[in-house]
Structures are given as C-alpha cells and as structure tokens.
C-alpha cells in the first residue's frame, strides 16, 4: 500500500523509538530497522530519493513523485554521458548533475 511521506516519516520515527526501547532492554540486540515490500527491503534510514529509487511503487503517487523521478532520470543520464572521452562534455555534465541534484534534495526534506 502507497503512503505519503508525512505518514513515512512518522512510521520510522515511531520505529525508531521502538527499536530504542528493545536497545534498552535487551543490550545484545543487533537488530536492524527495514522498510519491506514483497520485492525486496532497504534500510529504514534509507533517504526519500533511495526509498524512491528502489521502491517507487512504496510511495504515493504525486507530481512531486513525478518530478523526483524525472530529475533522477535525468541525473542518470548526465551521468551515464558523464564518463565520456570529452573533458568540456564531461564538465558540462557534472554541473548539471549537481544542478539537479541540488533540485531533487527539496524533495527530501
């Protein structure tokens, strides 16, 4: 099921303190926070833009989810052109990347 950021962020925190309470009682826990679907799991700490690279499908649709995943796809790019032969192309295209990256991280709040 879909959740929307907010509701996200409140799950994990209310984990986290969970977690902390079982810390506290029981000192040999080496457990492990995970977010999980049935295609796999990632770290609760994970970032938005990592929740949204591994799972798209875990967070709500929006035009902000939209958006963040256009600029990835377009970071992917620059990246993957990046790694040309051509230094002033390849500068070109870290500045974008940083550009766009610099936009997605409002997303991640």
């Known amino acids: 099921m879909p ?3 907010l509701e996200l962020r409140a ?3 209310a984990a986290v303190q969970i ?10 826990y080496k457990g492990g926070l995970v977010l999980s679907t049935p295609q796999g799991q ?3 700490d994970a970032s938005v833009e990592q929740i ?15 958006e963040c ?19 002033a192309r390849a ?5 974008e990347v940083g550009r766009l990256t610099e936009a997605a991280v409002e997303y991640r709040g």
């Open 69 to 87: 995943q256009g600029l990835r796809a377009a970071i992917g790019q620059l990246e993957d052109t990046a790694d040309t032969a051509d230094p």
């Open 42 to 44: 990632i770290e609760a």
């Open 19 to 28: 977690e902390e309470a079982i810390k506290q009682k029981y000192p040999a």
């Open 52 to 66: 949204l690279n591994a799972f798209p499908a875990m967070i709500l649709d929006s035009a902000c989810k939209a």
């Open 91 to 95: 500068a070109n295209g870290e500045g």
């Open 3 to 5: 959740i929307g950021i």
């Open 11 to 13: 799950a994990v925190t």
